[in-house]
């Protein structure tokens, strides 16, 4: 004979079966974007596959966004991160990066000469020293210490773009574009350079884990000292286990006016999507200006803590790197304008 709580238990588990069946198919869902991997601009594809082999045998997600940013970084020939990126005003090559993983540590390192892994750095300071972010020498003391070889950043390329600028020592910064794997710039830098398209990568992995990191030389022939949003937690990155991750690629200081990653985050914690949430921040940066501003870009891109990404730009022509299970492609992001 049933007693009276048994049948009551058979009940409630019976009226649970739909919302736990649904539940299972939400956890399928999530379960077949992980792993999953996406960098800012298309020159991004390189830094996903080394993503990718961390991400693909198992590894986290925080060895797979350093993994990936290591590899702009060594590249002489993009010269907005890392080893041949352009110099400041002066001559002098000066890096910013920031790592963050999903429990919140975060390390990070600013105006960092003549080291090319800045974004190793970064993370040695997560977790060997009580602090977030470093800069200049006491940034260069430190990764010595830890023994990373110092290197000369500035590369003949770079060097030849700066005396040529040095020339007419016109500063105008020019907003990044890209289209078919080309880059357009209107009043382009010496030699039709691009000016700033740092780096951003973002990783899920297969425990469910967030990490991210961003890398940058910063804008071509800044005053010395320039520190832009890559460095600074919220704004070039934000990392939320629970929710998901932002990062930025622009015009720097307008990100730092409304803490663009952590803006980003925040929205999709209320319920927007990645897309919607970059789209969201883009907006606010678009608010500050009374007319509309065409030499200036400013972009986001997210992954939220289910696998979903998207991206979002101020100007047309920004695209982002994905890398998943099912391969590579590239995303073209929507703009405002």
């Not at 009940?11 to 649904?22: E, I, K, N, V």
């Not at 077949?32 to 996406?38: A, C, G, K, L, Y």
Request: charged share 20%; glycine share 10%.
């Amino acid at each position: 004979m049933l007693l009276r709580r048994d049948l009551l238990r058979m009940l409630g588990l019976s009226a649970a079966l739909p919302s736990l069946a649904a539940a299972a198919r939400a956890v399928d869902v999530a379960e077949t974007r992980r792993p999953v991997v996406i960098s800012t601009w298309t020159f991004g594809e390189a830094a996903n596959a080394a993503a990718w082999d961390v991400l693909a045998d198992g590894g986290a997600a925080l060895d797979a966004v350093e993994a990936g940013a290591r590899v702009p970084e060594a590249d002489p020939d993009n010269h907005s991160v890392g080893l041949g990126g352009y110099p400041d005003r002066d001559g002098r090559v000066t890096l910013d990066a920031s790592i963050m993983d999903h429990a919140g540590n975060l390390g990070a390192v600013a105006c960092l000469e003549d080291v090319v892994h800045a974004v190793s750095v970064a993370r040695r300071v997560m977790e060997k020293t009580p602090h977030v972010l470093l800069v200049g020498e006491g940034a260069l003391g430190f990764a010595l210490a830890e023994g990373f070889p110092r290197q000369n950043l500035l590369t003949p390329a770079a060097e030849h773009a700066w005396r040529e600028w040095l020339q007419t020592a016109r500063y105008a910064p020019q907003p990044n574009i890209e289209r078919s794997n080309r880059y357009s710039l209107p009043d382009a830098l010496p030699g039709g350079e691009r000016n700033h398209d740092t780096i951003g990568i973002l990783a899920l992995d297969r425990g469910g884990h967030l990490a991210g990191a961003c890398t940058t030389s910063g804008m071509a022939f800044k005053l010395h000292g320039r520190v832009g949003d890559s460095p600074i937690s919220g704004a070039g990155l934000f990392v939320d286990g629970e929710v998901g991750a932002a990062s930025a690629t622009g015009v720097g200081e307008e990100c730092l006016r409304v803490c663009g990653s952590h803006t980003v985050v925040e929205l999709m914690r209320q319920g927007r999507s990645p897309e919607q949430a970059c789209r969201e921040a883009v907006e606010r940066i678009a608010r500050r200006h009374r007319t509309p501003r065409k030499d200036l870009q400013m972009a986001f891109v997210a992954l939220s803590a289910d696998g979903r990404h998207g991206g979002y730009s101020l100007q047309p022509g920004f695209a982002y790197a994905v890398r998943t299970s099912a391969g590579t492609r590239q995303v073209e992001a929507p703009s405002l304008t």
